[in-house]
């Protein structure tokens, strides 16, 4: 049974670093390419995709946040990490972590499984 | 404001035909696949339709996707209370490298 859980702070100041971890279970991270995808919605908004990161290390990130993410993976943990700094109450929202799954399997540019999502409030 | 615009609501009685919109750009729907997904509150996104019109093992004939030009569409027939949900449209971005989403269509099955 594949799951993905987001973890992590409910509550940031504002400057903080954010730190949010996401744990699979069911699947490796060293699979094929698969992939972790992070993605985000602020409240009564949009998803809005940040960043992503394949089995073989490759990332990508939303390019208007790219000098304040990171992503990093601990496949012996079965984790990926993604970090944003310089939190603002503009970063407020539910963070999602979604699998991408083998091109094989459902075609390129899909998540075949999502996190329930964790809800990060940035507050002073 | 989302890059993929759908309706923020749409509704219909049990047995019903259901349909909704996600409307996008050449950068995105006019040259992609595009993914729905089906979401309740507080629980994980689950895959209702991939490659704009495929159905995951599991998911009923009841949902069918298709897209024309720039726009893409969800049809859900045979409407049962249990298809109360929010459902969201997903694309890959050119523009953007990287993924867009609809702003999500709250369904309310009367």
């Known amino acids: 049974q594949v799951t993905l859980k987001e973890s992590g702070p409910v509550l940031v100041k504002p400057t903080e670093t954010l730190t949010l971890t996401c744990t699979v279970s069911?699947?490796?991270?060293?699979?094929?390419?698969?992939?972790i995808a992070w993605i985000r919605q602020p409240p009564g908004k949009a998803l809005e995709w940040l960043a992503h990161i394949f089995s073989n290390d490759e990332k990508s990130y939303r390019t208007s946040l790219k000098s304040r993410l990171t992503v990093s993976k601990d496949t012996s943990k079965s984790q990926v990490v993604l970090t944003m700094t310089n939190m603002d109450a503009a970063d407020t929202g539910t963070y999602f972590c979604a699998r991408i799954p083998p091109l094989l399997w459902f075609g390129e540019n899909v998540f075949d499984y999502w996190g329930q999502g964790t809800l990060v409030t940035v507050s002073s | 404001q989302s890059v993929l615009t759908q309706p923020p609501s749409a509704s219909g009685t049990p047995g019903q035909r259901a349909t909704i919109s996600c409307s996008g750009s050449?950068?995105?729907?006019?040259?992609?696949?595009v993914n729905w997904y089906q979401h309740f509150p507080g629980t994980a996104p689950k895959l209702l339709i991939y490659?704009?019109?495929q159905r995951p093992s599991g998911v009923p004939d009841r949902f069918s996707g298709s897209k024309s030009g720039t726009s893409a569409s969800l049809a859900i027939s045979g409407l049962r209370s249990e298809d109360e949900a929010t459902y969201f449209c997903?694309?890959?971005?050119?523009?953007?490298?990287?993924?867009?989403f609809g702003g999500g269509t709250e369904l309310t099955v009367l």
């Open positions: 997903a694309v890959w971005d050119d523009g953007l490298n990287g993924w867009v």
């Open positions: 050449e950068s995105n729907i006019g040259t992609q696949i």
């Open positions: 490659k704009t019109t």
């Open positions: 069911g699947f490796s991270l060293s699979n094929g390419r698969m992939g």
